[in-house]
T-cell receptor, first 114, second 112 residues
Framework: AQSVTQPDIHITVSEGASLELRCNYS??????LFWYVQSPGQGLQLLLK??????LVQGIKGFEAEFKRSQSSFNLRKPSVHWSDAAEYFCAVGAEGGSYIPTFGRGTSLIVHP | DSGVTQTPKHLITATGQRVTLRCSPR?????VYWYQQSLDQGLQFLIQYYNGEERAKGNILERFSAQQFPDLHSELNLSSLELGDSALYFCASSAGVGNEQFFGPGTRLTVL
């Protein structure tokens, strides 16, 4: 069965600093990988996704993520964080074929200090 | 705005009661997913419908049921409610199986 681990429950950064949120997955074949963001009181919004091809994926709001098969990781990065990036971030892994249902990590809460 | 709508936004009810949550998918999306988000369990997949047919089941209790209607909107029915059912319930839709999911704003259910 597929699974996702987000090791950091909370991350605190200063505005303007760089950011990296960690995600490790467990799946036997090539996974579909996603990062979602959830602002307070809102639903989840897709930031970016990886299905195949270039392992460095660009997303919305200046985010990018890199798929590293050897490390089973799909870490999310942003070079300069803005206060509006404060939110909950979820990594998810999906499987090709069948009904395809993504499994979500427990999330990482990003706190941005001015 | 994802294009997915959910009603009601908030729902407060008592233990033992039954409620219905409604979801309208994005225009043209055939697949609807229901998720439960709670502090202790995180985001859990409940059930998926595709063009009116149940496609996949996750951690959905027997007290819960769902359906997707011919106009593609979906309803999640929760019965014999318990305190532990208090959570955010999200609906998501996608064009088909394996496509990107778009999430609605959620329904916050509080069971007192």
């Amino acid at each position: 069965a597929q699974s996702v681990t987000q090791p950091d429950i909370h991350i605190t950064v200063s505005e303007g600093a760089s950011l990296e949120l960690r995600c490790n997955y467990s799946y036997g074949a090539t996974p579909y990988l996603f990062w979602y963001v959830q602002s307070p009181g809102q639903g989840l919004q897709l930031l970016l996704k990886y299905f195949s091809g270039d392992t460095l994926v660009q997303g919305i709001k200046g985010f990018e993520a890199e798929f590293k098969r050897s490390q089973s990781s799909f870490n999310l990065r942003k070079p300069s964080v803005h206060w509006s990036d404060a939110a909950e971030y979820f990594c998810a892994v999906g499987a090709e074929g069948g009904s395809y249902i993504p499994t979500f990590g427990r999330g990482t809460s990003l706190i941005v200090h001015p | 705005d994802s294009g997915v709508t959910q009603t009601p936004k908030h729902l407060i009810t008592a233990t033992g009661q039954r409620v219905t949550l409604r979801c309208s998918p994005r225009s043209g999306d055939l697949s609807v997913y229901w998720y439960q988000q709670s502090l202790d369990q995180g985001l859990q997949f409940l059930i998926q419908y595709y063009n009116g047919e149940e496609r996949a089941k996750g951690n959905i209790l027997e007290r819960f049921s769902a359906q997707q209607f011919p106009d593609l909107h979906s309803e999640l029915n929760l019965s014999s409610l318990e305190l532990g059912d208090s959570a955010l319930y999200f609906c998501a839709s996608s064009a088909g199986v394996g496509n990107e999911q778009f999430f609605g704003p959620g329904t916050r259910l509080t069971v007192l």
